[in-house]
């Protein structure tokens, strides 16, 4: 993903970034994303990482599994789902994708958060920064108008790629890098619990019963 001049690089993880991706002028965007995607509770890859820590698995393989459940299209990918979306509009119009995908019964990558009913604030805060491209814009807007939901943080992730013409899969790099610090936390606090995290699973009982 990163080249080795990356590793001799030195000083702050954003800026080594910058500088592996030629785009100096996109640091303090890619550092904003560094610091706002660090940790989210208990989401799937972070779970995924303290159950394999709460085994007696080591850091790395903690970091490991967070990695392998983070490569999904509805976690890490969401923002490179998104972008295929958006190709789309190359020949045709916003409301035309949306309509095709609600026919389809599909749902929306970057779209939408449990957490967030009224908008994911760490969208709000990448936006904020960016200059959004007319497509992203107008594909934003239809979602709202036909779906009724808010760009999430992996939509930000999206536009903060396009804007500084980054590589394609920079949105999960950001997000896989990030995220490390907040699972390598949650690990060693679960190491220290020394429990082992074993959910039960629930058998509905028939009406008989």
């Not at 954003?14 to 640091?27: H, I």
Request: include cysteine.
């Amino acid at each position: 993903m990163f080249g080795s001049d990356v590793i001799r690089a030195g000083g702050s993880i954003s800026a080594q970034m910058a500088k592996a991706w030629q785009r100096p002028e996109a640091e303090p965007h890619i550092r904003q994303a560094l610091c706002l995607l660090a940790d989210h509770e208990l989401n799937a890859s972070t779970f995924a990482a303290r159950v394999a820590i709460s085994t007696g698995a080591s850091l790395a393989a903690g970091v490991l599994s967070g990695l392998a459940t983070l490569t999904g299209p509805l976690h890490g990918r969401a923002g490179m789902s998104l972008a295929a979306l958006i190709d789309q509009m190359a020949t045709t119009d916003a409301e035309t994708v949306v309509r095709e995908r609600l026919r389809s019964g599909l749902g929306f990558p970057a779209f939408g958060h449990p957490l967030y009913p009224a908008g994911d604030p760490r969208a709000a805060a990448l936006l904020s920064r960016l200059t959004m491209p007319s497509r992203y814009l107008a594909f934003l807007q239809q979602v709202e108008r036909l779906v009724g939901e808010q760009p999430n943080v992996d939509f930000g992730l999206a536009v903060l790629t396009i804007v500084h013409r980054l590589p394609a899969h920079a949105s999960l790099g950001l997000f896989a890098i990030s995220r490390c610090v907040g699972w390598l936390a949650h690990a060693l606090e679960q190491a220290g619990s020394g429990q082992l995290i074993r959910p039960r699973a629930l058998c509905g009982r028939s009406s008989a019963e």
